[in-house]
């Protein structure tokens, strides 16, 4: 059986249901969101690449901010009937990829970018299941939709599931 595969770009995100597969690659400060719901098999994932949408000049693109990519997300979760409650939240990525940029800088988007998923999932009352973030080294992750595990892919030490 030939598996469905759906690759989410940088600045995207995707909601499907299984049999399938999500997939993003290159996560440096970007951060890869996964959100699940486990009786419905359905799930979604972002790839945002800033922290705040409301502190940008082009707002054309929610994927592309942190915090209006998780309420993306969650819209069109609830547009499919997913119940929060069941959902099961998973972020990577938000690397430090520059070493010319101090880790404390405003710079610093992987961290700022962090640190907004963590204000938006506090906000919303949405536990972290599991993450993989920070470091200085760029992730792959692959969402399976059957069973809500994230495989995490890196060129420094190879696959972990999470």
Partial sequence: MEENVIEIPMA????AQAPGVLVTKGLGSCLGI?????????GGM??????????????SNPSRFVNSAITSLLGELDK?????SHLVVK????A??????????????????????LTMFKELN????GQEVGGTFGRTISLNLEDGK????????????V
């Avoid at 880790?103 to 700022?112: F, I, M, P, W, Y």
Wanted: glycine share 8%; hydrophobic share 45%.
């Fill in 12 to 15: 995207g995100m995707h909601v």
């Fill in 34 to 42: 996964t959100l699940y719901d486990p009786v419905m098999k359905i």
């Fill in 46 to 59: 972002a790839h945002p690449m800033l922290p705040d949408i409301t502190k940008a000049r082009v707002k």
């Fill in 80 to 84: 499919k009937g997913c119940l929060r």
């Fill in 91 to 94: 972020m990577f990525g938000g």
């Fill in 96 to 117: 430090h990829m520059f070493s010319f940029i101090n880790t404390d800088s405003a710079l610093n988007v992987g961290q700022k970018n962090i640190e907004m998923a």
């Fill in 126 to 129: 949405l536990k972290i299941a």
């Fill in 150 to 161: 994230v495989l995490v892919r890196t060129v420094s030490w190879g696959e972990k599931e």
